[in-house]
T-cell receptor
Framework: DAGVTQSPTHLIKTRGQQVTLRCSPK?????VSWYQQALGQGPQFIFQ???????QRGNFPDRFSGHQFPNYSSELNVNALLLGDSALYLC??????????????????FGPGTRLLVL | GQNIDQPTEMTATEGAIVQINCTYQ??????LFWYQQHAGEAPTFLSY????GLEEKGRFSSFLSRSKGYSYLLLKELQMKDSASYLC???????????FGAGTQVVVTP
């Protein structure tokens, strides 16, 4: 059973450039959430995609955008990169909706992340 | 507002027990998650509580009190491999975003 996969694993960019990160969810999952994790901090929610639409968004500027494809995979795009965008970008997949087993929504499982360095 | 608080660091001896506390304030609260994260790796799911009470999973147990906005993760029979950051996260609504704390770095010493 394939888990969540992300590519690339590492990336180096310069200020002002644009970057695209990719995520394939765990088999059977239909929802993808993206998080940014700065060094020494907990992950910060960027946005969530379900049925190819952005369903929720965290406190991130419009430079951060995304997309979900019919096969549930997703991309995160960041334009006009700033030094402060250097971080570990995590993708988490889950199954949308209410779980009778857990009494709540489904658990989010994280991919290995993409480490982005902006110089 | 939304806020998750947990201690920055805890140190314990191999074989001992450590309890990591987490307090939260989250609108539309729908569950409390604990993740383990080793340095340079992605968070790994440990436990989930949506109802009050204790959930036990082997050496790890997690407790939730919704009325107090409080949870803890209990690690028993500590092993060296348990040295990691432990992240507390509150979920906002039934399928929504996770609000994470900054993590508690647990150091297990011989």
């Amino acid at each position: 059973d394939a888990g969540v996969t992300q590519s690339p694993t590492h990336l180096i960019k310069t200020r002002g450039q644009q970057v695209t990160l990719r995520c394939s969810p765990k088999s059977g999952h239909d929802t993808v959430s993206w998080y940014q994790q700065a060094l020494g901090q907990g992950p910060q929610f960027i946005f969530q995609y379900y049925e190819e639409e952005e369903r929720q968004r965290g406190n991130f500027p419009d430079r951060f955008s995304g997309h979900q494809f019919p096969n549930y995979s997703s991309e995160l795009n960041v334009n006009a990169l700033l030094l402060g965008d250097s971080a570990l970008y995590l993708c988490a997949s889950s199954l949308f909706g209410f779980s009778s087993a857990t009494g709540g929504g489904e658990t989010q499982y994280f991919g290995p992340g993409t480490r982005l360095l902006v110089l | 507002g939304q806020n998750i608080d947990q201690p920055t660091e805890m140190t314990a001896t191999e074989g001992a027990i450590v309890q990591i506390n987490c307090t939260y304030q989250t609108s539309g609260f729908n569950g409390l998650f604990w993740y383990q994260q080793h340095a340079g790796e992605a968070p790994t799911f440990l436990s989930y509580n949506v109802l009050d009470g204790l959930e036990e999973k082997g050496r790890f147990s997690s407790f939730l009190s919704r009325s107090k906005g409080y949870s803890y993760l209990l690690l028993k029979e500590l092993q060296m491999k348990d040295s990691a950051s432990y992240l507390c996260a509150a979920r906002h609504n039934s399928w929504g975003k996770l609000q994470f704390g900054a993590g508690t770095q647990v150091v297990v010493t011989p």
